[in-house]
C-alpha cells in the first residue's frame, strides 16, 4: 500500500514540473491525477507561463522587429533585418519567460504551491 501512495506522489511531483515545460502542462490535464490539488495548482501556472511566453514572442516579432529592423544590401538586394540593439532586447524578453520556468519547476520539485513572481496571482485555472 506504501508503495502505491510513493508513486502516486512522485506522480504528482512529475506532472507538476512537467506543467512549466512549454505546452506539456496538457498533460496535467489527460491523467489520473488531473483533480489533485497540486497538480492543478502547477497546471494553472503553467498555462500562464505558455501565454506570456507567446505574448512576448508576439511583442518580440512584431514590434522589436519592426522598430529596430534595417535594411541591408546584399548582392544589390534589399534585405530586412532586426539590428544588433533590436536582437539584445529580444533576448531580454526571451529569458523572462525561461527564468520563470527555472522558477516554476524548482518549486514543483520541492513540492511548492508558490506562485510564480509577478504573473503568478492572475492563474485563472486553480
Known sequence: MENNVNSTSSNVKLYS???????????????????????????????????????????????IGNIFSVTEYVLGVPYRTVSGLGLAIEFILSLIPFVLMIIGIVNASKCKEEELPVIGKFAFYK
Open 17 to 63: 514540473i512537467l506543467s512549466y515545460i512549454g505546452i506539456l502542462w496538457i498533460v496535467g490535464l489527460l491523467v489520473k491525477e488531473k483533480s489533485d490539488k497540486t497538480v492543478r495548482f502547477h497546471v494553472g501556472q503553467g498555462m500562464l507561463l505558455t501565454l506570456l511566453n507567446i505574448v512576448i514572442g508576439v511583442i518580440n516579432r512584431a514590434i
